[in-house]
Each structure stands twice: as structure tokens, then as C-alpha cells.
């Protein structure tokens, strides 16, 4: 096992600087500084010294690489010196430190701290909570959804904003009222709860001798407050954040402001980690020149360790579908010669277009869970409704159904009057369609329309027509929503089908059991991504889609940025200067190549321009080929 001062000869200058500091710090983290390793160092050579160590990080997976990485060099004997962990799994075993006996881990900083709660908070499930925050929207006449609602609740509750008017303080008061009558709190509560019992010294503060704080420029105020609780107790800071990588403003998260509270309070040593050891000189130039138009910033020389060797551009296609496939051409030339590939967008939605192109070429991906268009209403539709078609399920046609406008009284009244099978018995649920007057007239016509298309389509599916028989379904599906965004859903929908299928003449000669075949990949592909079996890895590398505020804290060698288009990147609704960090985030998860695309007629992002790339050179497939 390598000693400590191996590890520490591993860091650079300033990392060194970061990891003997023996007072209050801030570390200011560039991306891709060596940050997660130096706190490890930091943390491990602290434990060397007999010191007792707390570390905080923002998400589960993060704290448990980290404490992983500090025992790999500490070893385990230092398990009841170390605390490592979420806000929120922290704040649970300073109140019930019992939490922590089946693991060890900090048990002798818990002991030495106390608790006067007895009775265990129960956390409201994540339904519920949903289902508070509407019943609050309702109480209160507003016109929100769950989502903004409870960002306007959070921000009453922390204390940062004000409530705007009298119908937002009824609909915080509201929520709060509807927790205590069930007698649970909310995630946020967790925090709030444990800053309040500290400051009446009913828990105390972790009795540790000091607490690193990692990704510091997402804190928001509660949790300010509650490192600021720590240091007034004899704990030793360290806080390591990028104020240029603060893109949670929406969460309330205090950015460049919280780092110099930070400072300023604690009269912390500030340290810049500068040399970025991810990416080659000509992705990380451009993003430096990009964040440099930021004001209220903390100065920083960003210098690209690996120097020369990459590249950034950019281009436009006539519309996103055309942009898609370019970037999945790209893609599998990137999966062949060994390498990483991420695709980021500003939005879930911006990433469906090149979702249907990897199912359609049956590349490798994965995507966030929630925003998936395997997960879209539409697919859930267009899938029931060829699995009806198949008889493979004769119940799916409610489904279609009720796409069409059957409501879902006249389903039960169509089901308890014929049956099961609503669709195949053509001749004999006509003559009893007739005399069901529950029913209305349209509703009929519908069901008699989807009887006769049912029965066409089989025979075309029998003679292999499966193209014609996608299409003819899209057309029927788009018929019945005037939801624009539904019927651009439908198209990329019915493209995963129609082009995927038009491209194997394997899967047109065998007719029905070809559609069968597709139904079952597509199925599959759905069921691996929202189902129990979601952990399983994808065979293959695959291609990673996410959003850009997702992409936080991964790298890839490539990375192709979609949809950079103004009025979409930079939002029209949010902080230009936030819009600007989060394009800045995306860029800097490139390793070696950075790609950039638009699609259709707006102009492109002036953060292209800001950034000072070039664009791909007029030579057909150059952005494709770039490596």
C-alpha cells in the first residue's frame, strides 16, 4: 500500500497547496482540476494525522466514490473517523445517530455528539408529495404545475424568496398545513429541521475536526447555514467549487455569491486548481473565451494539461431530423474506433430526433429516465395499437380508443356490453354497438373506422406491407390531436418504425412476424430503460443522451452539442448569464472533439460566436468524420 506522501507527490503545485492547508479554504475547481482526487488526498492525509473528517457531497453516487477513494488510500481502520455523505444522509444520522451502527462508519464522531429526538421522521413518499402540492395549487386558485409550485414552496420555506403575492403564501402555508395532518416532511424539511435543532441545542453539530464541502457553488441557503453551524464549532472548512459551473439557479443555488460569503465569513485562503486534465487545448480555449464575457466572477487562467491534439466546430442542417442522423453517423463512427460518445441538449425534448435514429440503426444508448421517447404517451399509443392489430392484446385497443375520444365510461359500458375484444368480431359487435345508447354517436363511428383500418392492415401486414402499415397508423394517430408537439412526437415515433423496417428487407419478406419481431425490440429497448432490469448494462458502448444540466460531472471523448440555436440556447426565460455557464458545462465535457449543430432557420447561439469556433468547412461530411 502506497503512504500518504506518495499520494501526495501524485498532486500538482496547487493541489499540494489545497490538500496541507491546515486552516479555511475555498478551492476554486475549473473543470476537469482533479478536484474528487485531491479531496481524497486531503481527507486521507487528515485521517493520517489523527484528525476526524466529515465530507459532503450533493448526490448518493458521488459520496460513495468518494469515501471509497479516501479509505482505498487511508484504509478501513479510518471508518469511524470519517463521516461521508449527502446534506440530507448527514443531517439523518445527526438526529438518529443510531442510522450508522450497521456500517461503523463515524462512529466515533457520532458518539461524541447527541441527539434529544426520539420519535424518527416519517419522509412523505414521492406520489404523495406530488399530490400535496396539487391539493395546495387548488386551495390556493393558482395556475401552476407541480413543478413550479414547488419551487415557489421551496423558496418560502429556505427563507429566499418572498412570497409574491397572498395566493403564494396560501399555497406554501397550504402544503406545509397538509404535511403536519400527515404527520411527514418533504426532502427539504430534512435540512430546514436539523439547522433549526442546532440552533435550539436539541442535535448537535458533527464533531468533526474538518469538514470538506464538495461542489460548493450548488449550495443553497439552508445549507449555508449549516456549514456556517459547523465552523462555529470548532470545525475546519473546506469548501471546493467553480462559480462558472453554478447552473441551478432554479434551485436557488448561490453561485459566485455563495463562495464569497463563504470567504469572506470564514476569511478562507482562496486556491485556484486551474490546469484542467481532461481536455485538449482546442476545446478548453474556446470555453474559456466563452465564460469570459460572465460578469461577478472569480478569476481563474484555465491551461489545458494535455495541450494540442483536438478539436471544436461547428454547423447547421436544414431541420432536426437531418441533424440527427448526422450526429448518429457520427456517433457510430466514434462507438467503432473505441470511443466515448455523449450527445447534450438544452432540453429532455431536443434529444428525441437522434433517440428514434439510434433505435432505428440499432445503436447503443442511454438516455436520463423521464424524458425518454420509448416512455412518450405517443409510443405507449402507437405500440398498443399494433399489438391490438396483432391480436397480440385485444385489450390495447382501449388505448387507441381512447386516443380517438372514446371516453373511459363509454369503454366500460362497450367492454360490459360485448366483451373483452372490442375489435376483432367485426359483424356481431356492429349489431350490438347499434343498440347501446351509453355510447356516443362519434365514439361509434371511431370504433367502426378502427374495426375496418384493423381489418385492411391485416391483410396488407400478410402480404409484408409493414411500411404502409405504420405510416396509415401515424396518419390515423395524428388525425386525433391538434397538439403540435404530440403530432412532431407521432412523426419520430412512426420513424422508428417505418425507416428501421424499410431499411431490412429481412423484416418486410416476413410480414407479420416481422412486425413482431419489431414490436419486441422496441419493447425490449422500453422495458430496459423504465423497468426493474434498468440497471442491467446496455450491451455494447453506447451513446449517452442527456440534457446539459445532466452531463455535470461526466466526460467523454466526444461530445456533439445539439440544438444550439438562439431563443433555444440561450433560453429566452432564463439568466443569460446562467444560459452562458451551462453552454460553457456542456462544452467542457469533451475530451478530444467537440461538435456543435443547429437545425432549420433561426440563427445560431451567440455563444458559438462568443466562444470563437469555426465552422466545419463546406466538405460534405467533415463534421461527421471530425476526430
Known amino acids: ?55 459532503v457531497t450533493f448526490t448518493r453516487d ?23 455523505g449527502t446534506f440530507h444522509s448527514i443531517d439523518l444520522l445527526m438526529a438518529f445517530p443510531s442510522k450508522a451502527k450497521k456500517t461503523g462508519m463515524g462512529a466515533e464522531i457520532l458518539r461524541r455528539g447527541f441527539s434529544k429526538l426520539s420519535r424518527p421522521w416519517e419522509i412523505v413518499r414521492e406520489g404523495n408529495r406530488r399530490g400535496f402540492v396539487m391539493r395546495a395549487i387548488e386551495h390556493s386558485n393558482l395556475d401552476l404545475t407541480i413543478e413550479e409550485a414547488t419551487a415557489i414552496i421551496e423558496g418560502i420555506k429556505s427563507g429566499q424568496v418572498a412570497p409574491e403575492s397572498e395566493q403564494h403564501e396560501a399555497l406554501a402555508s397550504m402544503y406545509k398545513n397538509i404535511l403536519d395532518r400527515n404527520g411527514v416532511i418533504d426532502f427539504q424539511d430534512i435540512l430546514l429541521k436539523t439547522n433549526e435543532l442546532i ?12 469538514l470538506l464541502l464538495d461542489e460548493y457553488q450548488d449550495t443553497d441557503l439552508p445549507q449555508f447555514q449549516w456549514a456556517m453551524h459547523h465552523a462555529n464549532t470548532s470545525s475546519i472548512l473546506t469548501a471546493v467549487g467553480d462559480d462558472d ?17 463563504f470567504a469572506n465569513a470564514l476569511s478562507a485562503e482562496k486556491i485556484v486548481l486551474g490546469t484542467n486534465y481532461r481536455s485538449h487545448a482546442e476545446v478548453l480555449t474556446p470555453a474559456a473565451k466563452l465564460i469570459a464575457v460572465n460578469e461577478n466572477r472569480m478569476d481563474k487562467a484555465l491551461v489545458s494539461h494535455k495541450g494540442r491534439g483536438g478539436l471544436a466546430l461547428w454547423d447547421r442542417y436544414g431541420d432536426r431530423i437531418i ?12 462507438l467503432a474506433a473505441g470511443q466515448s460518445f455523449g450527445v ?7 434529444l428525441d430526433a437522434i433517440e428514434a435514429e439510434c433505435i432505428k440503426h440499432r445503436l447503443p444508448y442511454t438516455r436520463n429516465e423521464g424524458g425518454s421517447l420509448l416512455q412518450s404517451h405517443e409510443m405507449a399509443v402507437f405500440l398498443s395499437s399494433l399489438s391490438a392489430m396483432l391480436r397480440l392484446n385485444n385489450q390495447d385497443a382501449d388505448s387507441l380508443l381512447a386516443w380517438c375520444g372514446v371516453s373511459e365510461q363509454e369503454l366500460i359500458d362497450l367492454h360490459s356490453s ?77 420513424q422508428v418504425f417505418s425507416k428501421s423496417v424499410a431499411t431490412s428487407a429481412a423484416v418486410e419478406d416476413a410480414g407479420l412476424e416481422g412486425m413482431n419481431q419489431m414490436l419486441a425490440r422496441v419493447k425490449r429497448i422500453q422495458a430496459m430503460i423504465a423497468g426493474p432490469e434498468k440497471e442491467k448494462k446496455i450491451e455494447g458502448n453506447p451513446v449517452a443522451l442527456m440534457t446539459a444540466h445532466g452531463s455535470k460531472g461526466l466526460e467523454y471523448d466526444v461530445v456533439w452539442i445539439l440544438g444550439a440555436e438562439d431563443g433555444s440556447w440561450p433560453d429566452e426565460g432564463s439568466s443569460m448569464q446562467e444560459e452562458r455557464r451551462l453552454f460553457y458545462v456542456a462544452m467542457t465535457r469533451a475530451r478530444k472533439v467537440l461538435l456543435i449543430s443547429a437545425a432549420g432557420k433561426p440563427p445560431m447561439s451567440p455563444f458559438v460566436s462568443e466562444a470563437d469556433i469555426e465552422r466545419a468547412p463546406e466538405v460534405p461530411g467533415l463534421l461527421m468524420g471530425a476526430s
Not at 199 to 210: Q, R, T
Not at 245 to 261: P, T
Open 1 to 55: 500500500m502506497a503512504s500518504i506522501e506518495q499520494y501526495l507527490s501524485e498532486l500538482n503545485s496547487q493541489q499540494n497547496a489545497v490538500a496541507l492547508h491546515k486552516g479555511h479554504c475555498l478551492a476554486i475547481a475549473a473543470p476537469g482540476s482533479g478536484k474528487t482526487k485531491t479531496l481524497a488526498i486531503k481527507a486521507a492525509y487528515l485521517l493520517s494525522q489523527g484528525a476526524t473528517v466529515g465530507a
Open 62 to 84: 458521488a459520496a460513495l466514490e468518494l469515501r471509497e477513494r479516501i479509505l482505498h488510500i487511508a484504509g478501513q481502520q479510518c471508518l469511524p473517523y470519517l463521516v461521508v
Open 199 to 210: 440552533a435550539a441545542e436539541k442535535i448537535s453539530p458533527l464533531h468533526c475536526d474538518y
Open 245 to 261: 459551473q453554478s447552473i441551478y439557479g432554479f434551485r436557488r443555488a448561490l453561485g459566485f455569491k455563495g463562495m464569497m460569503d
Open 323 to 334: 441533424e440527427a442522423e448526422h450526429c448518429c453517423e457520427r456517433a457510430k463512427r466514434a
Open 344 to 350: 447534450l441538449a438544452r432540453t429532455n425534448k431536443r
Open 418 to 494: 360485448i366483451g373483452k375484444d372490442l375489435i376483432s368480431k367485426k359483424t356481431e359487435n356492429n349489431k350490438i354497438l347499434a343498440n347501446i345508447t351509453t355510447v356516443s354517436d362519434q365514439s361509434k363511428k371511431n370504433l367502426r373506422a378502427i374495426q375496418r383500418r384493423f381489418e385492411e392492415w391485416g391483410l396488407m401486414l400478410s402480404s409484408g406491407a409493414v411500411t404502409y402499415v405504420v405510416e396509415k397508423l401515424h396518419q390515423l394517430l395524428s388525425e386525433h390531436t391538434t397538439d403540435k408537439r404530440s403530432k412532431s412526437t407521432l412523426e419520430l415515433v412512426a
